[in-house]
């Protein structure tokens, strides 16, 4: 009661309103709520499962890198795409610090998405187009067209 309890006291003519404090006993770690702890034990079972879907999955990586045939061209595409990774946060810090641009970028993007929404998701035979555009190109992706 006496830490919600209002001090009265007189600072430079002004009354207080903080809380008083309550000197006579510091806050302790062992009057804290202790929370219970959950314990997990792994069975040896799972552990078993776990290295052998391991090994499963090294070797499935493993057939499928040998079955590649231009491996030079899997290491370039995939070098390019770290390279771009890399990069991508060095031109978009670039972009930022240039005052004006960042805020036409997003005046740009607002636009093109306004006028994405009109285009495709207005109105119910432009959503069936959209739809229609999605599926050939999972088509292209997958091959299978």
């Known amino acids: ?10 600072l430079g003519g002004a009354p207080s309103l903080l809380p008083r404090r309550n000197t006579s006993s510091p806050l302790r770690l062992q009057d804290a709520p202790r929370l219970s702890l959950l314990r997990v034990k792994a069975s040896s079972d799972d552990n078993d499962t776990s290295v052998a879907s391991g090994d499963e999955l090294i070797d499935d ?9 231009n491996k030079s061209t899997v290491l ?4 390019g795409a770290v ?9 978009v810090g670039a972009i930022n610090s240039v005052p004006l641009l960042p805020k ?8 093109y998405t306004g006028w994405f929404v ?9 959503r069936k187009e959209l739809a229609d555009d999605i599926e050939s190109l999972k088509k292209k992706i997958a091959g299978t067209e």
């Open 76 to 79: 370039t595409y995939a070098g």
């Open 1 to 10: 009661m006496a830490a919600t309890a209002y001090s009265t006291a007189r």
């Open 118 to 126: 009109y285009r495709y998701l207005l109105f119910k035979e432009s």
């Open 83 to 91: 390279v771009a990774l890399w990069l991508t946060p060095v031109i």
């Open 61 to 69: 990586l493993k057939a499928k890198w040998d079955a590649v045939e």
């Open 104 to 111: 036409i970028m997003e005046l740009v993007g607002l636009g």
